[in-house]
T-cell receptor
């Protein structure tokens, strides 16, 4: 059973702080890793994806991947109240271009003004 | 560029009935995946259709089925509804599979079974 684990939270950080969200996965064959943000009552939207070990930065967001430890993280710098949402980690097995994503249950982030 | 369109947005059905949900993917996207989201289980994969063929399937009973048309629009059907089928059903659109660059989700259909 391939699994993706996330701390359900809630994770509470003050405005302007760094929020750190973590995710572990069980399948060593996983090759693609995604972070989605889901506001209450809305559908998930893609924030970032990462394939290779190391860091990938996009604005205030940084995704980090460590395949040896089977660990993915998302850092949000200068957190804003508008970042308050549930963050979903998703993992894919790239076989050519096929394969579905397996999602964690999400971490709820609350950014306090 | 139009997004992913799911209809209807909300549904209330009675146990034992059946329901059909519809999804129109982003123009040019040939892969449509369906997910069920519940508070307890999170997002669970139902199945994926690509070029009118089911390419991947999750661990759901046979009451859950789907199909895809030549224009890439997809429908999913749930027969003999159970209370536990109450959930948000999300359609995910991608060029040819979510593993490369992820999905774009529709707004979802909220199904309530009473």
């Amino acid at each position: 059973q391939k699994e993706v684990e996330q701390n359900s939270g809630p994770l509470s950080v003050p405005e302007g702080a760094i929020a750190s969200l973590n995710c572990t996965y069980s399948d060593r064959g996983s090759q693609s890793f995604f972070w989605y943000r889901q506001y209450s009552g809305k559908s998930p939207e893609l924030i970032m994806f990462i394939y290779s070990n190391g860091d990938k930065e996009d604005g205030r967001f940084t995704a980090q991947l460590n395949k040896a430890s089977q660990y993915v993280s998302l850092l949000i710098r200068d957190s804003q109240p508008s970042d308050s949402a549930t963050y979903l980690c998703a993992v894919g097995q790239v076989r050519g271009s096929q394969g579905n994503l397996i999602f964690g249950k999400g971490t709820k982030l609350s950014v306090k003004p | 560029k139009a997004g992913v369109t799911q209809t209807p947005r909300y549904l209330i059905k009675t146990r034992g009935q059946q329901v059909t949900l519809s999804c129109s993917p982003i123009s040019g996207h040939r892969s449509v995946s369906w997910y069920q989201q519940t508070p307890g289980q999170g997002l669970q994969f139902l199945f994926e259709y690509f070029s009118e063929t089911q390419r991947n399937k999750g661990n759901f009973p046979g009451r859950f089925s789907g199909r895809q048309f030549s224009n890439s629009r997809s429908e999913m059907n749930v027969s003999t509804l159970e209370l536990g089928d109450s959930a948000l059903y999300l359609c995910a659109s991608s060029l040819d599979g979510g593993s490369y660059v992820g999905y774009t989700f529709g707004s979802g259909t909220r199904l309530t079974v009473v």
